[in-house]
């Protein structure tokens, strides 16, 4: 007879759930057997869960489905949070099947006992169950499926007792098909398209899935028409860019500069996106950045129909036939000499291969990677949506077994990357077509600019060890070749381009380690926080030309 594994297995790859990143135990050894009865499930090991985690992450973001990941227990369930978390923010499609102890043996309270449902609906408050007998369990797998696939997409977590998993009568069920989403009524559209028309200066804060091409091209005909600002969320989810494509600025991530890009806005258009607030709180600084003088507008909700909702807008002012203005073909150039975080960047816009797939987690040094790639070919960048780092070497596995044919390339601080360095080891057993630049500045560069942002004057030289990664300095390089991945550490911008080169050229996975100075240090860090406070008492125009010189 089957049991219920074998049936789980076939209900997940009947719904379109191909691929299981897997960090299992001895709970969850009925699945790992059941694994090799689908021929049609891919399994990825990870050395630990937040790889797992974050590789489904990355998966979904790509392939615009879910994969699923198998954690064991609670422990591991926590261990995978931080990522679990990036993937909620961002509204991405995961499937959590979460090992669990035998029902009856809960009541003894073993060692690796926890409340897994708990813990689990910090990430997925939308759906966690526990599955409580072989012959419901796979209609509760393909719920959790449709749950996670309901637009806009959800972590969906499904707690697999380990009887019910070995337990025979298992039978498979049948897709269950998630709602289909609607368009912004004629009422909004109307009032939206009124604020337009009034002549008011008018932005449009896109996010989420409004960030394809089909979207976005929509968005730019209404800008094309109307004069109205084209801005993004700070860190999108998936964001299609490069030549021919609209060029759509980002918000910036610091919230004073943030305001100056919404400073002069009079109605803010949100299409699948939020009102945009500080990351953090700051002493004296206001947490919501929309400014007083500013009407605020849902388009989108992220469960409704952006593409419908946004040619329903443009009928109604009369843009539907407008021309977009679309980003030229430009690179920036090859870099030459000391190497630093902007000639890193400069390398990548310079010397990326079309349809790859960028992964930003370079924090402070990635500061210029969007203006140095917006004229290459065309790509997609992944961002840290949740802002819990370490997402970005698992994103980057996950958008590899997505998309076999497309290179991608991850940009990562020296910090983040420490946190899910593993991600090396499954990328080399899975031959993934990954080159990974580490930004090695020794230090959590941003938390320096935080320690003064947030006014903890004073720091002493305990305090600033918090922040230091020297002593020892790591080497990457040396870490990658002890996980199978090819790696060179490179100190010039032209030893920089020749190591891109050739992992362009040379089967992957590649590892390229930017020793680099700091992008915000010495006298730089210093007046920052003098510059931001300033901002507002400064004309609006140079405020804006300081905003681009800073964060473009």
Sequence with gaps: MTNGAQALMKTLVDAGVEVCFSNPGTSEMHFVAALDDEPKMRAVLALFEGVATGAAD??????????????HLGCGLGNG???????RKGKVPVLNIVGDHATYHVKYDAQLQSDIETVARNVSPGFVRTAKSTETLCQDAAEAIAAARTAPGQVATLIL??????GEGGVPNAPVAPPTPEPADDATVEAIAKAIRSGKKTALLMGGHSLREPSML?????AAHSGATLLAETFPTRMERGAGLPYIERLAYLAELATVQLTDVEHLVLVDAKAPVSFFAYPGKKSYLVPDTCQVHTLVAPDQ?????????????????????LQ??????????KLTAEKVCKAVGELMPENAIIVDEGITSSLMLSVMTAG?????????TGGAIGQGLPNAVGAAVACPDRPVIALIGDGTAMYTIQALWTMAREQLNVTSIIFNNASYSVLNIELERVGAEDAGEKAKSQLDLRGPVINFAEMANGMGVHAVRVHTAEEMAKALEYAQRMPGPHLIEAVIPESLSGVKR????????????????VSKALKRKLAP
């Design 58 to 71: 990355g998966y979904a973001r790509m392939a615009d489905k879910p994969a699923a990941t198998l954690l």
């Design 81 to 87: 949070l931080a990522n679990l978390h990036n993937a």
């Design 161 to 166: 007792p380990a009887d019910v998993s070995w």
């Design 218 to 222: 929509a968005a730019a005909k209404l």
């Design 305 to 325: 129909d952006i593409l419908a909702s946004l040619n329903k807008l443009n009928d109604a002012v009369g843009a539907s036939q407008a021309e977009p203005k």
């Design 328 to 337: 030229p073909a430009k690179r920036p150039g090859r870099p030459r000499g």
């Design 376 to 384: 290459a070919p065309r790509h997609d960048m992944i961002t840290l």
């Design 526 to 541: 210093r007046i920052l926080p003098w510059m931001l406070r300033s901002l507002p008492n400064l004309p609006l125009s």
